[in-house]
């Protein structure tokens, strides 16, 4: 193991480590544009030119291996003179025009010019002119030639990660662009990523644009409920205008690293289903289509569970739900009141799956829901609602599922027919909930704390990002109001609590704390 | 003197093999299969103090001998005759009048490096000598000099003609590997070096086609002869092409350290219409420029290297007292800028900044800060780069502004110099 000096810090890093990576561990960061992890290193934007003691030129940190006895210095006037000139070159035909650009806030040219740049421009003559400036390059990303850098991070992303080769420069020397390969589109199912890896102005989101200055979001981590993989998010919201009724408060999902997960990726499918949290949202309690209390609805649902025996309960839960609002749905429902038509697994077909990050399971937490009710019950969600079809349920408590989609409407007819009180809970509006007799609205993953477990059974945190909408409330809270009312005080305070006791009542996730699982999540016990 | 890389150039239809061979052509190949073994070979050459021709001087045999014996990928030999350099216009004469001096040197080096597939590069524009070379790889096959089993022995080797498609970056070796492998001619991060790891990520060796062509020569006559035709550590002759405001421009075989001075006012007949002499790029576009005071030079890689410039490709650049520097300077940064190729930011946008700002200074539009700025501007391009390119951008220009600085101020000053007004405007 090759030790090394990096600015005066003495630090041992395994043989093929580059400085870049070394100085890293030692909480230097050095500037970069084309270096990207995920990536393979290309070297072209000369921006982490760094000194070495004994080498006559500069070199390149994102290159160079580290050696025995290297001495590096990131900050000596040598270095600092370089990343000025590098800075001054990458801005000959930049347009600087922040003013109107999306990225302005987030970008790197801005960020280094701050911090290196020299501010008096030496540039008198006319500026290249490169062709696209704001021109569609696919569905979801927008190109501007004359803020692109060519650092090619978004070519090798397409090249090296995605595989489907739409981006390429084209053209030599300061004419060079950026642009889609003649016939093609940036059109596959990870194309958002671009953005993200995309250093400066030039590939901007269409979805984003405009929308709000990155300075007025709030980031809260989070996890992306759209399939099993439970790729880790961050919650973009908009946190300097309150809400008013029709704005939506999420801007946009971003990836979040996780190397044994998503690394820096995100589906598109993922990075834009977000408006899910603001649209179409249930936000108050409903009897027979009339808007209710909370407290006449609660009292509604646990005089139907009192009046009805036990084993004419069905309950109809969900793999969209986080490991605490499953477990207090056992608490409840199996462990208290004894009801054993309790399942969650509907009759769901799989959707588009791939080997990358895509799961044909688009649920969040189908490993959670099997930890935590499967092992009790006999029966999947399918065969209790054929019971409700032969009319032997007298109460069937659905959350989220729209079974019309699921089952087809002539069997939710007959359900309808035969079940007395249909109690739906779920966050947004689908064709099944009009036909329930209660409603209960409850809160999104970005309005809760929880927990989901991925396809590795891998347990992850969410964070609650902003309060529920309306009158909405977290699963568990809404299961804990009906425990209270049916004169159980089952204790079920917060996600935190209910996390806690679930340690010891299910073997699987024994010994895991919140804090525990931090940011990188936490693989369940075997 | 005895020429080497020339020797046939006089004789008619040099090109052919039937008159290749009756001038000794193929008995160093032959002594090399028959009687050498491939480290004797490599003895020979690092002997003979052959350096690499292209331009940078690196020793041959040396460079042969970085190939690794225990690696068991095939191993390449890349002929680099790309000829990209402007004033330089060697390879094409001898790809065109003895092809099979070049075959015959890349029988010998493929021998030595133990390889069976040679590719030769050659720039785009020059059909005629990819025609001539195209058909003697015929003649040799027919002949059974290429192929399986060549001249009896159980050595194989085929050659493969590769056209350029007109980039003066493919002649930088690992663009060139690069464009070989039908990839965009961008040079690649160095280590590893192509003799680790070159054409398709094999070792690899990559040749000038004049480097090349010393060698048969080298192995019939022995190192000894090489070596002492030309200076110490610089063996033997190379082709100086002369061009410019001289009265014979042309090639001229000549040993390594003959004086400038000779070449150009003995050799190339003097200056054109008895004007007199303003400087001189000795070595191809890249080498900065020398001044008349140092004509007595002596043209090898180590003199040169001295005075401060450089070698290069051997192509003299002759420019008399009606040149206005400030234009050529300006020729020469369109010219960097043009062919960039746009992989590293400070040559990519440096060059065609450079270049603009030249161009207004022609133009009589510079101020005097542009001036003040410029060798800064150019300064900050060479070393930064992955390739050579941005050093000779930072070589070139800064010899002209450093020598001719009074030039530059006379047309900031007074907007021309009193010599532009026969230079045509150039396009763009």
Redesign the interface.
Same mark, same amino acid.
Request: charged letters at 20%; glycine letters at 6%; one cysteine or more.
């Given at each position: 193991m090759p030790k090394l000096t990096i600015d005066g810090k003495e630090i041992e890093v395994p043989a093929g480590t580059t400085i870049i990576q070394a100085a890293e561990k030692l909480g230097i960061n050095i500037p970069r544009y084309c270096y990207h992890p995920a990536l393979p =290193?290309s070297? &072209?934007?000369? !921006?982490c /030119?760094v000194e070495v003691e004994k080498q006559p030129?500069?070199q390149i940190a994102c290159?160079t291996p580290v050696a025995e006895g290297m001495v590096v210095k990131t900050t000596s006037q040598k270095t600092l003179d370089?990343r000025k000139?590098?800075l001054?070159?990458?801005l =000959? &035909?930049h347009p600087v025009d922040c003013p109107v650009c999306d990225q302005a806030g987030e970008c790197k040219l801005q960020d280094y010019y701050m911090e290196h740049g020299q501010y008096n421009s030496? /540039?008198?003559?006319?500026k290249?002119k490169k062709h696209k400036k704001a021109v569609s390059i696919g569905p979801t990303v927008m190109l501007d030639q004359e803020r692109c !850098? /060519?650092c090619t991070r978004c070519v090798r992303y397409t090249d090296s990660i995605t595989k489907t080769n739409e981006l390429g =420069?084209f &053209?030599?020397?300061?004419?060079?662009e950026l642009d889609v390969v003649p016939g093609m589109q940036l059109d596959n199912k990870y194309s958002g990523n671009v953005v993200d890896i995309c250093p400066v102005g030039a590939l901007t989101d269409k979805d984003f644009r405009f929308k709000c200055r990155v300075w007025y979001l709030g980031q809260t981590k989070s996890v992306c409920p759209g399939c099993s993989m439970g790729c880790n998010s961050e919650i973009h919201w908009d946190k300097q205008r309150p809400r008013v009724e029709k704005t939506a408060r999420v801007m946009r999902l971003k990836p979040r690293l996780n190397p044994e997960v998503n690394n820096y990726w995100l589906c598109d499918e993922g990075r834009y289903s977000y408006k899910s949290i603001d649209e179409n949202r249930v936000l108050y309690p409903q009897m027979n289509n009339e808007l209710v209390s909370w407290e006449k609805a609660i009292d509604a649902v646990a005089s139907a569970i009192k009046n009805s025996p036990a084993s004419k309960v069905g309950i109809i839960s969900s793999a969209q739900l986080t490991n605490e609002d499953l477990y207090a749905v056992r608490k409840l429902f199996k462990d208290t009141l004894k009801i054993s038509n309790v399942d969650f697994q509907v009759a769901q077909k799989p959707g588009y799956s791939d080997d990358f990050l895509i799961k044909a399971d688009k649920n969040p937490n189908t490993a959670g829901a099997k930890l935590i009710l499967q092992s009790l019950s006999g029966q999947d969600a399918t065969q209790i609602l054929e019971k409700a079809k032969r009319g032997e349920i007298e109460v069937l408590y659905v959350f989220g599922h729209d079974l019309i989609a699921l089952y087809g409407k002539p069997m939710v007819m007959e359900i309808v027919k035969h079940v007395k009180t249909i109690i739906w809970q779920g966050t947004t509006v689908n064709e099944t909930c009009s036909y329930a007799h209660i409603i209960l609205p409850s809160a999104v993953y970005a309005e809760k704390d929880g927990t989901f477990t991925n396809v590795q059974k891998r347990v992850q945190r969410i964070w609650q990002a902003f309060l529920p909408l309306a009158e909405a409330k977290a699963d568990w809270n809404i299961l804990n109001m009906i425990a209270k009312k049916l004169g159980h005080d089952l204790k079920m305070e917060s996600s935190e609590g209910l996390f806690c006791e679930m340690t010891s009542a299910v073997p699987a996730f024994s010994e895991m704390t919140y804090e525990k699982i931090g940011e990188q999540g936490m693989i369940v016990k075997s | 003197m005895q020429k080497v890389t020339t020797r046939n150039f006089d004789t008619p239809n040099s090109f052919r093999i039937d008159t290749y061979i009756k001038n000794q052509g193929y008995e160093a190949a032959r002594k090399a299969l028959t009687q050498m073994t491939p480290a004797q070979v490599i003895d020979e050459v690092k002997n003979a103090n052959l350096r690499g021709l292209g331009g940078a001087g690196f020793a041959t045999g040396m460079k042969w001998s970085f190939i690794p014996k225990d690696n068991p990928k095939p191993k390449y030999l890349v002929v680099n005759g790309d000829e990209g350099e402007p004033g330089t216009f060697k390879d094409k004469y001898i790809l065109e009048l003895d092809p099979h001096a070049l075959i015959e040197g890349m029988i010998i080096t493929c021998y030595a490096i133990g390889s069976h597939k040679g590719y030769v590069y050659i720039r785009g524009e020059y059909l005629k000598s990819i025609e001539r070379l195209r058909s003697a790889i015929q003649e040799a096959h027919q002949k059974g000099f290429l192929g399986k089993g060549i001249m009896g022995t159980s050595f194989d080797l085929e050659i493969v003609v590769h056209q350029g498609a007109g980039a003066y970056i493919c002649g930088e070796e690992t663009a060139l590997l690069e464009s070989l492998e039908g990839k965009k001619g961008f040079p690649r991060l160095k280590p590893p070096f192509p003799a680790v790891v070159g054409l398709f990520g094999c070792p690899t060796v990559i040749n000038n086609v004049e480097t090349l062509a010393c060698v048969g020569p080298i192995i019939l006559k022995g190192a000894q002869w090489y070596a002492q035709l030309g200076c110490e550590k610089n063996g033997g002759n190379r082709i100086f092409c002369v061009s410019g405001h001289v009265n014979k421009p042309g090639i001229y075989e000549l040993p390594n350290g003959t004086t400038l001075r000779e070449i150009i006012y003995q050799h190339a007949g003097g200056i054109l219409n008895g004007r007199q002499l303003k400087a001189v790029i000795p070595g191809g576009i890249s080498a900065p420029l020398l001044t008349p005071d140092q004509l007595d030079v002596k043209m090898d890689f180590d003199s040169l290297k001295a005075a401060g410039t450089m070698a290069g490709s051997g192509g003299i650049i002759v420019m008399d007292d009606s040149t206005c520097m400030v234009w050529a300077a300006m020729i020469a940064a369109r010219f960097y800028a043009h062919e960039s190729c746009g992989q590293c930011s400070p040559c990519r946008e440096g060059s065609g900044w450079v270049y603009r700002n030249i161009k207004r200074i022609y133009h009589g539009e510079g101020r005097p800060v542009d001036l003040k700025n410029l060798p800064g501007i150019v300064g900050n391009i060479g070393g930064n780069t992955i390739c050579a390119f941005g050093d000779a951008v930072t070589m070139c220009i800064s010899s002209y502004v450093q020598k001719f600085r009074h030039e530059f101020e006379a047309h900031v000053n007074e907007e021309k110099c009193g010599l532009c007004s026969k230079h045509q405007e150039v396009a763009n």
């Open positions: =290193v070297g &072209n934007c000369r !921006i /030119l030129k500069l290159y370089t000139t590098v001054e070159f990458l =000959v &035909n030496r /540039l008198v003559d006319v290249v !850098i /060519l =420069v &053209n030599r020397g300061d004419h060079s | -």
